[in-house]
């Protein structure tokens, strides 16, 4: 297995994965053009970090994420948006290896912690990333304003 940041001929795999995920929790396929992809995760300072798995130079899965940093606290932290792994390939070690490459990145720039959030149906990612140490935060409450284009 190697992991590598995304480049822009694994968009359909890309695609593939964020379909599947978003169907996992019972969401509509993205809308995600090769444009947006570009634009939001390959180009040179892409908002958003994204790496992929590959197991036998195919894409079996993904791990994205952002830069934050706490004013109050001056730290740096990161959010970590999407981790996928392709069915065929969960419990090779996959998802462990994405979040091992998201903790060395983490380390290499100076950031303190890392976030997520969990689809509260979704009891094996819960049970994954407890496994990995992680814990549930009860001092913050996640709060969300939809935007709409008008």
Known sequence: MSIRRAE???????????????AHIEEP?????????LAFYVREHAPVHLFVALLEDRVAGLIA????HELYSAQAGM?????????EARR?????????????????????????DVWKHNASA??????????????ALPHLLLLTNR
């Open 8 to 22: 822009a001929g694994d968009y359909a795999a890309v695609r593939s994965l964020a379909e599947a995920l978003a």
């Open 29 to 37: 396929p993205p809308p995600l053009t090769l444009e947006r992809y």
């Open 65 to 68: 994420w952002i830069l934050t």
């Open 79 to 87: 959010y970590i948006s999407d981790i996928a792994v392709h069915a």
């Open 92 to 116: 090779k070690g996959v998802g462990r290896a994405l979040m091992t490459k998201a903790k060395e990145w983490a380390a290499d720039h100076g950031v303190t912690k890392l976030g997520w």
């Open 126 to 139: 819960m049970q994954f990333y407890a496994r990995l140490g992680a814990t549930v935060d009860t001092e």
